[in-house]
């Protein structure tokens, strides 16, 4: 079986990580995003990966080369030079998708974490035998979204309602989807959604099928967002491998910490707190509802919450980070510095406190 995973442009939403990485390799819970979804792609027989990119591919292949290896999968780019929506790159990697033996193939949009249910659909698209088939999920506000109405018993796709005013239903595409072959005898080379474009009309055919996603999900592409998908993966995580989860009087609630991290004297660490490799936490400090990525040293007494710290930072002594502060690869916030909100780019140093949200140059 081949998969596409959709992982598009210059990732602005989660600016700045994605000053330093394409959007993909950035870490979530310790492992680059798209690496969770190509590990469990692999586990259902998936043996190509195609990324379609219109940035940066050779520092995500270079990256993927030694993954490839080790997982025993093929992964390729295939490369727009205009940016192509959401069916366009299917368009374009036709020939990569389509094989001899005519199976369905995975389309996934990167930004998406999930408990991945792969199984589980493969399963379902050969039960309706339609043309295509989508996970939904169940939003508390579905007006954000386009809300797909289906036919309950059978989960076929009726139509599409984008981002309805009055109260329609509560599902919504999440993004991830098995199409046959055929899809692509339906899309052009150009940029083309298949959200708005492509599957009304394969609903409107009667082909096209819904399966409601067991589990949780969240688009984690920006910061808060990526905030809550940590805590509803850890929360997914304590459910199905809590052995893989931090455990003793310093931990509180779900915390993932690498093996490669030290933690200090009389810290308080969690709720949902991921600490990435090579880490320093100080004695003393509190960290809460925050990722801490690769590198970082976190000074004794600081205090860290609901923010990102991005590879290679430091946060000084006494210092206080919280409310969606987003630091940079390389930032140094001094000792006794309040950020609220701060998002700061790399590489800079940081100085006097930043007392409301804003973008520091």
């Given at each position: ?21 394409p959007k993909p390799l950035v ?143 509560n599902k919504i595409n999440a ?43 969240m688009d984690i592409g920006q ?139």
């Amino acid at each position: 079986m081949k998969a596409l995973i959709l992982v598009g442009g210059f990732g602005t939403r989660l600016r700045p990580l994605t000053l330093s990485f394409p959007k993909p390799l950035v870490e979530f819970a310790n492992k680059p995003m798209i690496l969770h979804q190509i590990e469990a792609l692999k586990a259902v027989g998936v043996t190509e990966v195609v990324l379609a990119i219109n940035y940066q591919p050779e520092v995500m292949l270079n990256f993927l080369k030694e993954f490839e290896t080790k997982l025993g999968i093929t992964i390729t780019c295939s490369q727009e030079t205009e940016p192509l929506g959401t069916a366009g790159p299917l368009a374009l990697a036709r020939d990569k998708l389509i094989d001899e033996s005519g199976e369905p193939f995975f389309v996934l949009n990167s930004d998406v974490i999930s408990e991945y249910p792969f199984k589980e659909m493969i399963e379902f698209h050969k039960a309706h035998g339609g043309e295509a088939s989508i996970m939904v999920t169940k939003v508390d506000e579905p007006s954000k979204y386009g809300v797909v109405m289906m036919e309950e018993s059978t989960g076929q796709v009726d139509k599409f309602v984008e981002k309805p005013k009055l109260f329609v239903g509560n599902k919504i595409n999440a993004g991830i989807y098995l199409l046959n072959p055929s899809v692509l005898d339906r899309i052009e080379l150009r940029p083309t959604s298949i959200e708005k474009e492509v599957f009304p009309k394969i609903a409107a055919e009667k082909k096209l099928y819904a399966m409601v996603l067991p589990g949780f999900w969240m688009d984690i592409g920006q910061p808060r967002d990526y905030i809550t998908g940590l805590r509803l993966y850890l929360d997914s995580l304590r459910k199905k491998a809590s052995m893989k989860l931090a455990a003793g009087s310093h931990i509180v609630g779900n915390v993932l910490v690498h093996e490669t991290a030290k933690i200090g004297e009389g810290c308080l660490i969690g709720p949902d707190v991921a600490i990435g490799p090579g880490c320093v936490v100080e004695s003393g400090v509190r960290l809460s509802r925050c990722t801490v990525m690769r590198g970082v040293r976190i000074k004794k007494h600081a205090c860290v919450s609901s923010s990102i710290i991005g590879w290679h930072s430091t946060v000084g002594q006494w210092a206080r980070v919280e409310n969606m502060t987003i630091l940079g690869e390389d930032v140094h916030v001094c000792d006794e510095i309040y950020s609220n909100g701060g998002v700061v780019l790399p590489h800079k140093e940081i100085k006097s406190s930043i007392l409301k949200p804003e973008i520091v140059m």
